[in-house]
């Protein structure tokens, strides 16, 4: 059903995903289910529904720790970084958490570095949207555990705006 013809069915089921796959309980099922694939592969979908769900399923489901280091997921990293600059809220944040819960992994923090994350990130601290300005500052703040990590977010100039999110409290 995600590479269904219709949108309407595309997101249908990668909502239904996203909904199970919120459930602690249920993440690795959808995980082993092989979800995450055809979920990347939506991720450059024309249609917006699809990708904010697609991202939606995926931030979810990448938040259980060892979905975290499934290659599928580790291989979309560069294509979530490519979405941080999508113009939909709701895709940017969901991009943003599955950035940050991918992060949590020390394996993954120079990884989404390297990728190209780390500006675009950046930028959204400063995002219109709150809850994207907190996914964006928890994602730097796992990509920061790592050394490299550290050095390119204080080098992508994200520390004057985490500063000034502290102030914006």
Same mark, same amino acid.
């Given at each position: 059903?995600?590479?269904?013809?219709?949108?309407?069915?595309?997101?249908?089921?990668?909502?239904?995903?996203?909904?199970?796959?919120?459930?602690?309980?249920?993440?690795?099922?959808? *995980?082993? &289910? +092989? /979800?995450?694939? $055809?979920?990347?592969?939506? #991720? @450059?979908?024309? %249609?917006?529904?699809? !990708?904010?769900? =697609?991202?939606?399923?995926?931030?979810?489901?990448?938040?259980?720790?060892?979905?975290?280091?499934?290659?599928?997921?580790?291989?979309?990293?560069?294509?979530?970084?490519?979405?941080?600059?999508?113009?939909?809220?709701?895709?940017?944040?969901?991009?943003?958490?599955?950035?940050?819960?991918?992060?949590?992994?020390?394996?993954?923090?120079?990884?989404? *570095?390297? &990728? +190209? /994350?780390?500006? $675009?990130?950046?930028?959204? #601290? @400063?995002?219109? %949207?709150?809850?994207? !300005?907190?996914? =964006?500052?928890?994602?730097?703040?796992?990509?920061?555990?790592?050394?490299?990590?550290?050095?390119?977010?204080?080098?992508?100039?994200?520390?004057?705006?985490?500063?000034?999110?502290?102030?914006?409290?």
């Amino acid at each position: 059903l995600l590479r269904d013809a219709d949108a309407a069915v595309r997101h249908m089921a990668a909502g239904g995903l996203w909904n199970i796959a919120v459930h602690r309980a249920f993440k690795a099922t959808v *995980a082993a &289910a +092989g /979800a995450v694939e $055809p979920l990347v592969s939506l #991720l @450059g979908d024309a %249609d917006l529904v699809v !990708r904010q769900h =697609a991202t939606g399923a995926l931030s979810v489901i990448a938040a259980d720790p060892a979905n975290s280091q499934l290659p599928a997921v580790v291989d979309a990293v560069g294509l979530l970084a490519a979405l941080l600059r999508e113009t939909d809220a709701t895709v940017r944040q969901n991009v943003a958490r599955a950035l940050a819960v991918i992060a949590v992994h020390p394996a993954n923090q120079l990884r989404i *570095a390297r &990728a +190209g /994350a780390v500006g $675009p990130l950046a930028s959204l #601290l @400063g995002d219109g %949207d709150a809850q994207v !300005r907190r996914r =964006a500052a928890e994602a730097l703040a796992n990509v920061a555990h790592h050394p490299e990590g550290r050095a390119l977010v204080a080098f992508a100039e994200a520390v004057g705006p985490l500063v000034g999110l502290l102030r914006d409290a």
